[in-house]
């Protein structure tokens, strides 16, 4: 029986950053797409992971001038700050059901500082935070789906986790929670029906409104 569910926040409960966005920050930090996309990637894990602070972590993704981190750092947080809000809205509904839920997320310390601020109701009706920062370690390391676990209080089998990486998802199989890959709204809509009959409320809504 589901007890608990946890979502991912980058990509799932937060909308993908528009191509406006992604070219701004581009723009601040004054390199081209492609060095940009294979620094941001190569770096991210250990910036996460709270190992990197921000100054260092955008110097090595190609900021030049440090005196542009702030606007730099207020950037990035507006380019997630559009919630994907049938999600968004389906976790007070969870919270309203019975359900324990959380917010499981490989997210820097400066960042989330930034972004949290524009999803405040979303965050009062999570019972667990679970951020990679906080904890020195993020997805897929299966020691981050551990800790969220036991601070839920709830079996790997009365979890389901949702998530846009295939790499987490199936790391939280292997764990044996019900892992549920998120592309969009209808076909998670659909899976969530066939695989547990009705008994999570259901999602509504356009992530574009």
């Known amino acids: 029986m589901l007890r608990a569910v946890i979502v991912d ?9 528009t191509p406006e966005a ?3 920050l581009r723009g601040l930090c004054a390199v081209d797409a492609d060095d940009f996309e294979s620094a941001w990637l190569r770096h991210r894990r250990p910036y996460d992971c709270g190992e990197l602070d921000a100054a260092d ?5 190609g900021l030049r001038n440090e005196t542009l981190l702030d606007q730099v750092l207020a950037a990035e947080a507006e380019a997630w700050a559009r919630p994907n809000r049938p999600l968004a809205e389906w976790i007070p509904r969870l919270k309203a059901a019975g359900f324990r839920t959380a917010i499981l997320s490989n997210v820097p310390r400066e960042q ?6 524009f999803y405040q109701t979303l965050l009062e009706n999570c019972d667990e ?3 990679s920062f906080e904890l020195g ?3 897929p390391d ?5 800790v969220c676990l036991a601070n839920l209080g709830v079996k790997p089998t009365e979890a389901l986790f949702l998530d846009d990486q295939p790499e987490n998802v199936n790391a939280a199989a292997a764990l044996g929670l019900h892992a549920v890959r998120y592309t969009n709204v209808e076909e998670l809509s659909v899976e969530l029906g066939v695989r547990f009959d009705g008994a999570l409320p259901g999602l509504v809504g356009d992530p574009a409104h």
């Not at 972590?57 to 993704?61: I, K």
């Not at 299966?142 to 551990?146: H, K, L």
């Open 22 to 24: 992604r070219a701004r």
């Open 137 to 139: 370690v993020a997805k």
């Open 142 to 146: 299966e020691r981050i789906f551990r």
């Open 57 to 61: 972590y955008w110097r090595l993704a």
């Open 9 to 17: 926040w980058a990509g799932v409960l937060a909308l993908e950053p």
């Open 129 to 131: 935070l679970a951020l």
């Open 112 to 117: 989330w500082l930034h972004v949290a601020r």
